[in-house]
Each structure stands twice: as structure tokens, then as C-alpha cells.
Nanobody, 118 residues
Framework: QVQLVESGGGLVQAGGSLRLSCAASGSIAGINRFAWYRQAPGKQRELVAI???????SYVDIVKGRFTISRDNAKNTAYLQMNSLTPGDTAVYYC????????????WGQGTQVTVSS
């Protein structure tokens, strides 16, 4: 039922910023989490950041202090603010929604390309 639409990717120079958005098609209620993953060429998809329905956040160490995950429940949307970008951040970024209650589901966005030039 739920569809995730991602936007905000693009090309940016090192030190620049981007904000990714992930809009869910329907109302998100109950216990759930949004997460951002990324996949660089030749690598497996890796977890970048998590935000729960209780607004708790977690980050992979390499992005701490630079990235901020947030959510707007009224808009059914999650965001990833990316500052101080480096070429190492170049990847396809994917939004993930995991619901636990009242139903257990796992949804993925289509991915958005982030390219950071040096």
C-alpha cells in the first residue's frame, strides 16, 4: 500500500549540502522507523541513519555531525540533511520505512543519486 518517493539528490562540490526527502503515500501511524541507506559502486547497501516514531535517531559514525535525519509526521515525510559533503558520500541513497505495529511491513524508495565532486 505505502509508496515512498525520494527526491533531492544531485551533483554538489565537496563541502556543499543537500537535503533528501522521502514522502510516504499514506498516513504513518503506530510504531515505525524511517531509515536512509546508501550504496556506492562495488559496495553493499549500508545503513546511514535511523529515526523512529518516537524521534530517536542513530547514525553511522562516518556521518555523525554532518548528517541530520528528521521527519514531519503531518506530511508523512522523512528528510536527510547532508552537510560538509565529501566524495566518500557519493552513492545512491535509499529511503526505507519499517513498520512494526499495527502491521509489520518493509518499504523502499527508488533511490536518488548523490554525487560529490572534489
Amino acid at each position: 500500500q505505502v509508496q515512498l518517493v525520494e527526491s533531492g539528490g544531485g551533483l554538489v562540490q565537496a563541502g556543499g549540502s543537500l537535503r533528501l526527502s522521502c514522502a510516504a503515500s499514506g498516513s504513518i501511524a503506530g510504531i515505525n522507523r524511517f531509515a536512509w541507506y546508501r550504496q556506492a559502486p562495488g559496495k553493499q547497501r549500508e545503513l546511514v541513519a535511523i529515526i523512529t516514531s518516537g524521534n530517536s535517531t542513530s547514525y553511522v559514525d562516518i556521518v555523525k555531525g554532518r548528517f541530520t535525519i528528521s521527519r514531519d509526521n503531518a506530511k508523512n515525510t522523512a528528510y536527510l540533511q547532508m552537510n560538509s559533503l565529501t566524495p566518500g558520500d557519493t552513492a545512491v541513497y535509499y529511503c526505507n520505512l519499517r513498520t512494526l505495529f499495527p502491521s509489520d511491513n518493509d518499504y523502499w524508495g527508488q533511490g536518488t543519486q548523490v554525487t560529490v565532486s572534489s
